[in-house]
Each structure stands twice: as structure tokens, then as C-alpha cells.
């Protein structure tokens, strides 16, 4: 730190410059809030807040964190849900995502040509609900070892004529150790050896009652291949999402979670970021778990150009240095310098953290499960 005015130092150390003038002048400094402060006083005001001044960054990094404030309760407002799709291996959850993305989809934006982003949105009855179409246990495991909890909602898919299997177990402990809410659908009920009522009776084990028993969670049978029972499954969403009051605050710099991430060719660095509160926009400076840049372009599910996108909303963005880790947290900041302060400080961590690791998961053995 060379130089700060006191209002500067005073939004650093998140104290009202009112509090640092009165500081001063107990220091024997008269001060006003546009006064610059030297080196010598700016560590003396620091340490006695207790904050180190010897590293710029240090004082900059936990502004990442306090830019998601506490947002107020009139400053929220309701967003769609994110849903995960689980399940065990072959019970139909990649036919369900397709089956829900062409059926909803091209009914209100026709022609439009859908575009794999890592994640879509659909919507129904007037309101919008958003699938990761990442495996749900790589969203699980993956991302929340990273510290991202995106998931609002899981549709844990089990096939009518196999019932519950070891996957679907894994998931169903996956999404309880987050607290997540569970929607069964239980699938293939176009098939001849369909038996929904033995998989209601599985299930019932791990605590997953059907209402009609006097339990509690939600089932639904669909066939993901004949497209039966998806309205009436993203109906479901919808009520689970409405008792579950989702709301963000859209009115402030973005952040959120890396769904996916990969180096193209043309493009450089190519991010799927789930914008889980504020609203992104084209121009902002950003910082994406250990990269940074500025949002060049922004491209929704539909392949279409975007300028600015808000809470759920899944969007494929251009600009960053490098490429993210699925599950690496963004934060959009007011001004680029900050952005490449945090971004480089980031870097040359995760260029350490990376020597000290011996050995790695490989990720893509977590993505070739759907
Ligand atoms: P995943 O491994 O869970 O993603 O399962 P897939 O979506 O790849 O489906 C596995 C197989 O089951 C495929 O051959 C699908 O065509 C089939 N399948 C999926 N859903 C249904 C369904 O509702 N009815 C029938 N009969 N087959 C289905
Ligand atoms: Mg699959």
C-alpha cells in the first residue's frame, strides 16, 4: 500500500470513516474524509484494528467475501430453482433431461437452437426452473468438495423394472448429507415389468415415504422415452421450490459457481457459470476461483447472446486468463485492477496448493457417469 485516502482505508477495514477521523485526531492527525494518508498511518490505523497491512492482497481478498453481504429481506426477490438429475447407472437420467429440454424448451422459443452449456432452463406455467445436466454425483461430490452448493432440488430417477440399486443409494445419501429435497421419479413405467409400487416400497427404507402413505416426499411416474408424467414432474418442482422460498438478491455484483469449464480452440478459456445471486453482466471484471478477466461475451442455454443475466441463470462466458475448476466460486467486482489483485494472489496459490498435491481425481472419470 502506497496511499489511501481515509474514506479508502475506511471501506478496507469496514468501519465508518466518521470512526477513523476520530482516530486520527486522537493520534494528533487532523483528517478529513479525502485526506491521503501515508504509509506510516495507514499501518498504525490497520494494527490497531488488528489487520496486517505488510500485503496489500491480505486486506483485499476478504473483500471477496464481504461483497456477499447480507442482503435485506425487501432485497430479495424469487428465483427458479436448481435442479440436479440422480440416479443409478441407466435408470434414465440423461432421457429425462433430454425428454424435459425438447418438450419444454422449443414450446416457447421456437427455432431457437439449444446448445450444450453444462446446464438449461426450462419453463412451465409461467415460471422458470433450472437443470444442471452435469451428473448429479459429480455435481455432488465434485463441486461441493469445492465448497459450491448449487442444488436446490434432486430428482433421484429410479427405474420402475430395477428398482433401487447402489447408485440410487449413494445418491439418496448425497443429497441428504446437503440437505437437499428429494423428488422421486420413478421411471420406464411404459415398460412391462414396470412395478412403481415396489420401488415406493424400497425406497420407504431410506426414508423416502410417498405421500399417499403418509409420508411426505413426492412421487411421480414418468416414462423419460414417451415423455409421460413430465409436466406433472415439473409441477412437482415448482410446488418443492415455492415451500422452499427461494429467493437472491438481483440488484448487486454477481457470484456463484463454475458448472463447467474447458480451453477451446477459437475461444480461449469457456466457463458455464451459474449465477446463484446479483446479476452478471457483459464488461464486468471477474474473478473465478483462481482465474480472472472481464466477461467478454456471454451465450445462454439457447445459444444466444446475453448482456446481462440474474439469479439461477445458467450462462456460458469468454474472458478468463484461464480456465476454472467446476465448483470454483465467481464473484464480479467493481473495478478490473481489483479482479487481477485477488485473481493473481489466487493463482500463485493454487499454483502451490497444485506442486504440494501428489495426486489427483482425475475429473473426468466423475463426468463420464451420465
Ligand atoms: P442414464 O445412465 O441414467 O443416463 O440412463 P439413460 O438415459 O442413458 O437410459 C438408459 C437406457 O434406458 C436407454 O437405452 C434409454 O433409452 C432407456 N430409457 C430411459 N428412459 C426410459 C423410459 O422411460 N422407458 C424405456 N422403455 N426406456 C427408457
Ligand atoms: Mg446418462
Redesign the pocket.
Known sequence: VESLTVGELASKLHKEPSELIKKLMFLGVMATINQELDKDSIELIATDYGVEVEEEIVIDETEFENYADEDKEEDLKERPPVVTIM?????????????IRKTKVTEGEAGGITQHIGAYQVETSGKKITFLDTPGHAAFTTMRARGAQVTDITIL?V?ADDGVMPQTKEAISHAKAAGVPIIVAV?????EAANPDRVMQELTEFELVPEAWGGETIFVN?????G?GIDELLEMILLVAEVAELKANPDKLARGSVIEAELDKGRGAVATLLVQSGTLKVGDPIVVGSSFGKVRAMVNDLGRRVKEVGPSTPVEITGLNEVPLAGDQFQAFPDEKKARQIGEVRMSRQREANLAASSRVSLDDLFN??
Open positions: 440416479g443409478h447407472v441407466d435408470h434414465g437420467k440423461t432421457t429425462l433431461l433430454d425428454s430417477v427405474a421411471n420406464k413405467i411404459d415398460k414418468v416414462s423419460a422415452l414417451a409421460t457417469q451420465i
